[in-house]
């Protein structure tokens, strides 16, 4: 999302030849003829009617096809051990259900019914992200949350960037839930120009287009993907206004996140989240002089890591695609092309948000938190009401 957001501001002459230069013909870059169905009476009934869409409309990246069809599709885990809660876990802008495997895994494993849910436009193809509106993700949360709700004695919600935009819209209108699990939340944009997408998508349909070879997000956005996350801080920024939250927040932020305006939403937490459990973790180099924060340095170098960045707060550092062995490495990190050709071909690399420079370092994106396992026993002691 990060270098999608950037180029919405290029909308020029050239930015427009470009786009109408493009391929038409690439099947990722083609919308489907329409969105999968949401709205089942139940979820076992949501997973599999999914995934049987996912499969007749993704473009598959490997010859893995139910790899990718489990990492992209909306996904159930029930604890042996059942504590009578649950948590529906909504994903952000580009990404899809794989953001929250170990953060679900987490939870499972302390007793919760976790449940993901796939926002409409994500899991196919990323032509598929000119297709949803604003209700369709709002509705796809709120169906989910209702479906929830009869299944747990207290029903969370979390999300990640955007889709905490909408998970904390739904609890601030919606008495009935417990409490917000928040990463990353995208409640304002690092960069102002993301509020003309709706504008510039009668002008050009691509904020970015780059090929498509992550089976897990996409790497391409539509203007209107850009628009309707645009939507999303609206609507939150709204719902925030002028109002106190008085359910437990857990909210991890990156120092280093250049997506999102942290200033925004650490500030909402300060002011306006007021409940006594709330945990803030911040992993920077600024002592925020914030209650209820936990802090952890994120110039390490001896993980040969830069700073923290937007994604990097919910993968372990075991996690196969993205932990510390990542099998995954993403090389589009703003850098010059060298730089990236380098990382590509399996350069030396350090690790940071996107955008960030240090001289003589090759730097891919830090897609793991160092702190997971600290991060998670925090979330879990305000969960329990114990801080």
């Known amino acids: 999302m ?37 709205s089942q009476d139940n979820f076992q009934q949501y997973i599999n009617e999914t995934k049987q869409w996912l499969s007749q409309h993704r473009i598959f990246k490997t010859d ?16 042996e051990n059942q504590n009578g809660d649950a948590v529906l876990l909504v994903h952000g802008l580009g990404d899809s259900p794989y953001s929250f495997m170990d953060v679900a895994q987490h939870l499972v494993a302390q007793g919760y019914l976790v449940r993901t849910i796939l926002l409409p436009g994500h899991g196919s193809k990323v032509g598929d992200l000119m297709l949803p509106t604003l209700k369709d993700w709002q509705n796809v949360v709120s169906h989910h949350v209702a479906l929830l709700k009869p299944k747990a004695n207290k029903l ?3 999300g990640y960037s955007t889709g905490a935009n909408l998970v904390t819209s739904e609890a601030l209108n919606d008495d009935g839930i417990e409490g917000l699990l928040l990463f990353s939340p995208a409640f304002k944009p690092e960069s102002a120009v993301v509020k003309w997408a709706k504008a510039a998508s009668y002008l050009m349909t691509w904020a970015d287009r780059d090929p498509e070879t992550n089976y897990t997000r996409y790497n391409s956005l539509p203007m209107n993907g850009a628009a309707v996350y645009y939507d999303t801080v609206k609507v939150v920024q709204h719902d925030l206004k002028n109002t106190t939250y008085n359910k437990p927040v857990f909210m991890m932020i990156s120092e280093g996140d250049s997506v999102i305006d942290t200033q925004f939403p650490t500030s909402v937490f300060q002011k306006q989240f007021i409940n006594n459990n709330n945990q803030l973790i911040w ?12 802090r952890f340095s994120m110039y390490r170098p001896d993980l040969q890591i830069v700073n923290g960045s937007h994604m990097g707060l919910l993968f372990s550092p075991n996690n196969a695609e993205y932990g510390q062995q990542a099998a995954i ?39 793991y938190n160092p702190y997971f396992e600290q991060s998670m026993e925090k979330l879990d002691t305000m969960m329990k009401g114990q801080l």
Not at 5 to 21: G, K, N, Q
Not at 283 to 294: N, V
């Open 2 to 38: 990060t270098s999608s957001f950037y180029r919405i501001a290029l909308i020029s002459a050239v930015a427009l030849l470009t786009a109408c230069s493009q391929s038409k013909t690439d099947p990722n870059y083609v919308a489907s003829a329409s969105l999968p169905s949401y």
């Open 64 to 79: 893995n096809i139910e790899k990718e069809l489990q990492a992209n599709a909306p996904f159930e885990l029930i604890p």
């Open 156 to 158: 969370w919600l979390g």
């Open 283 to 294: 992993q920077g180099e600024r002592d925020l002089s914030i209650e209820k924060t936990t």
């Open 329 to 367: 490495r993403i090389c589009n990190n703003g850098q010059s092309k060298e730089q990236e050709k380098a990382c590509e071909q399996g350069a030396d690399v350090w690790f940071s948000s996107y955008g960030s420079r240090e001289e003589g370092k090759t730097l891919a994106r830090l897609t």
